[in-house]
DNA sequence: TTAACTTTTACGTTGCGTGAACGTGC
DNA sequence: AGCACGTTCACGCAACGTAAAAGTTA
């Protein structure tokens, strides 16, 4: 039966955490590097990283926030804001209306395109007049 | 009064091609890099770009693809097509039509993005209790 | 000579995935 | 001793932008 090492009694490793969360080990080191959880990993004297069971929380809340279209340096923004003990909202809102502006931006060029498109295949030449080939690349696509 | 060296009488440095086409110095040569351009470009004996003026049409198909939504892999598979001899209308037409595909399912996660990104501020709560404030970033954002 | 142009090399961007080579722990 | 697990580089992707250091010249 083995002795308890000191107070290690609620830390996991970087594979439990994965597995628990959802996420890669990679993409865990890599949130690491950012600085996106420093508050809630140490290391072991063998250089493992060790994870507060509240890493859970934090994860969480990337995951969420990049579902809504935040950036992982935005998402850094929101977190260091919290890790001094302040209340992020604020600056969540008003991030959160900036990307429903763009997200409505992105729909609106992503229709204009779809509209291109479709007119491109809907007046498509299938064989198209000698003269043209040898000017263009694919004739379809040239205005001239 | 300089000679005029070979049949050099048309050929155009870089940035001369990038100044008519619109594109710049760099992406050029990135083009060139990936072997869009290939062609339609030689070398001075000074190590000089030269470019044949046909070279406008071909930036000009790679421009217009590219608004549509093609990436520049499948540009260059489709330049190496016409490169051939042959005509690359029949895979360009293929690609246009998986790009509506895609167009289609981007509006349509991004519909459900704005949906949501709008359901989260409209029952915001400027001011959350105090016990859900300890367990989350921005009780805002957590559903629990 | 200089200004303006050109060249190649290499790193930054965003969010990781994919090894390589090696140390740790049970 | 083995095997799963951990570590740190370091490169790959997409489409270029941004210097840096050096050679060319309509």
Known sequence: MAMRTLASGELLKIGQVARQSGLSVKTLRYYE????????????????????????????????????????????EILEIR??????????KQRLRQKLQTIREQIHALE???LEVQSIL?????????????RTICPNLQTD
């Open 33 to 76: 590097d950012l600085g996106l959880l420093t508050p809630a990993v140490e290391r072991s004297r063998s250089g493992y990283r060790l994870f507060r069971p509240q890493i859970f929380n934090r994860l969480a809340f990337i995951k969420r926030s990049q579902a809504l279209g935040l950036s992982l340096s935005e998402i850094r």
């Open 83 to 92: 890790d001094r003990g302040e209340l992020p909202c604020g600056v969540v």
């Open 112 to 114: 204009i395109l779809q």
């Open 122 to 134: 809907s007046g498509w030449q299938e064989h198209p007049s000698p003269d043209r080939i040898e």
